[in-house]
């Protein structure tokens, strides 16, 4: 879509997007996210989202919707007990977007990370998603102790987004960086692989300590 038919929310939120990307979330000024955007309303973003905060919300939740939708139907293809295929179904469509030299979503949210988990600042259907994806993997992890299974998907999910970013970073630079099929693949057999290691003799005993501490 052209910049010209967008409407003005729209160009705020890609606007900040990218430029809270690149210079982190303390390092852009609300003027200047509307001067970018082309706003000759000064106040623009107040106008629009009410506040920062508010700008915020809206740049994390612009593309969840097409994110989920694009999730249920990967899903609706996985066989049941396919614990890779549910893993691609979820994380393929945020990887996809790391191909995109014009989407800064990445890193936008590698950004707010330092602030804030992003889950909590969704609206509460796209949390639920989420949560849904959650308990879904972690029946499959009948190996991994039930204490442990959520940090292992939370940290999945951590690798997928900041390997993606990275990508991104490195192609807008001009890097060289493996073919997408390759990028892909492997990058799905780390996600499952680091699901589905058997934990080592030194993580049983970090956590049983962790557990008997009230953890």
């Known amino acids: 879509m052209a ?25 852009v000024a609300l003027r200047q996210i509307g001067l970018e955007a082309g706003m000759a309303n000064k106040s623009a973003v107040q106008y629009h989202f009410g506040s920062k905060n508010g700008l915020v919300r809206a ?18 293809r996985v066989r049941p ?10 994380h393929l469509p945020l990887i996809e977007l790391g191909e995109d030299e014009d989407c800064f979503y990445l890193q936008f949210v590698e950004q707010l990370e330092q602030k804030v988990h992003p889950l909590y600042q969704l609206p509460a ?9 959650f308990e879904r993997v972690g029946t499959m992890l009948t190996d991994v102790p039930e204490s442990l299974r959520l940090v292992r998907i939370l940290q999945a999910s951590a690798m997928c987004l900041h390997a993606c970013a990275d990508r991104h970073r490195m192609k807008v ?4 960086v493996p073919p997408y099929a ?25 956590l049983e300590s962790w557990m008997e501490s009230g953890g």
């Open 125 to 133: 259907a796209n949390q639920q998603v989420e949560q849904h994806y």
């Open 81 to 90: 007990g396919d614990l890779r295929g549910v893993v691609e179904a979820h």
């Open 173 to 176: 630079l001009g890097e060289k």
């Open 59 to 76: 740049i994390l939740a612009n593309r969840m919707d097409d994110l989920d939708r694009r999730r249920a139907l990967l899903l609706a």
């Open 3 to 27: 910049t010209e038919v967008r409407s003005a929310k729209e160009r705020l939120i890609l606007t900040a997007e990218r430029l809270y990307a690149l210079r982190g979330l303390d390092g």
């Open 182 to 206: 390759v990028h892909v693949s492997q990058l799905l057999d780390t996600l499952v692989a680091v699901l589905i290691v058997e934990p080592s003799t030194e993580t049983v005993v970090a």
